[in-house]
Each structure stands twice: as C-alpha cells, then as structure tokens.
C-alpha cells in the first residue's frame, strides 16, 4: 500500500505533511543534515533525502502539495447527499436482509445515485477521505448480565487467578533446574 494510513490522506493529514516538507525546506537552507532533519521532524531519513533532492531541483514550491492523488469524481454537494443516504440506513435502499452498509452496498448506492462508477478499493478510500472508518457492531448476547459480570470480576476472579511468583533465579537450561 502506498500510505499507512490505508486509502490516502485525509485532507487534514495532507496539509499536515506539507507543513512538514516546508519546515524540512527551511531546515535544509540553514544547512542541516538529513539525519538531523529527520530526527527532528521524525520522519524517515530516505523521506527527507528524497524531500532534499525534490528541494534541490524544484525550491520549496516542489515540496508543496499536489492535491490527492485520485481526484473525487464526486462533488462536495454529491457527498453530503450520499452521507445523508447513509444515514437513512440500508433498509430505506432495499437492503432489509441486514442493518450494515458494506463497501458493495455503498458502491451500488453511488452508482444509483450519481452514475459514478466506484471500485471497492475506491469507495474505501472516498470514505476514509471523508473521516468515515470500517466498524463492525458489538455482537453481544442478549442474556448477557452485566452486573453478574462485574461480580465475578471482583469477587471470583482474584480467587482463581493464580498467585504470582516472586523472583527467584533461574535457569536457562531445560535439563538443569536453578538454584535458589
């Protein structure tokens, strides 16, 4: 994957990085080492000689961002309404068999929609651009007693957790045992 952060920057998190670039630009005018540099800035020493050599040829206006790198093939207005489609949940768009929105679900939304086609792959990052993140409900039994839980935390547990070893010396030797 090309980012950590899989799916892009966020909008927020490319201006961070610009910031980042520009303060290694002056960093590099006053002379400074790349190790230096990425210490600092606490960034990988390779970024910083690549961030150098884009410096070297270009100033600092190459260091300044590019915009995304996939441009959103939908409007900031599109957006909005899909978030609004979104939060009607899948049962208002025909899915009643489950209350998730899956990536597929999504991207068939967008298609309805908009006539936008939209890879999975695609959709992920439009949403993670966009601050939305994968979650998967909490399943938990409907039994489930939540006072009787914290009981057994409090009163049971300490009783059957085994009772921790004091330091003693060992030995490293599976044949020999240490001696005390």
């Not at 606490?42 to 300044?64: C, D, F, I, K, N």
């Not at 959103?72 to 909005?80: G, K, P, T």
């Not at 208002?92 to 086609?117: S, Y």
């Amino acid at each position: 994957m090309r980012y950590a952060q899989r799916g892009g920057y966020t909008p927020a998190e490319q201006e961070r990085r610009e910031q980042l670039r520009l303060k290694a630009a002056e960093l590099f005018e006053q002379g400074e080492s790349s190790g230096a540099v990425a210490a600092e800035l606490r960034v990988a020493p390779r970024t910083v000689r690549l961030w150098r050599q884009r410096w070297r040829e270009g100033g600092v206006q190459s260091l300044r961002s590019r915009g995304p790198v996939s441009p959103e093939r939908l409007s900031a207005r599109q957006f909005a309404r899909l978030e609004a489609e979104l939060r009607r949940g899948p049962p208002a768009h025909g899915f009643a068999d489950d209350q998730r929105w899956t990536l597929k679900r999504i991207k068939a939304l967008i298609g309805r929609l908009f006539h936008v086609g939209y890879t999975v792959q695609g959709v992920w990052k439009l949403m993670r651009r966009h601050g939305w993140s994968c979650q998967v409900p909490v399943r938990r039994a409907v039994e489930r007693d939540e006072e009787a839980i914290e009981v057994w935390k409090q009163e049971v547990w300490p009783q059957v957790k085994p009772v921790r070893r004091t330091w003693a010396p060992t030995s490293a030797s599976r044949t020999r045992r240490g001696r005390a």
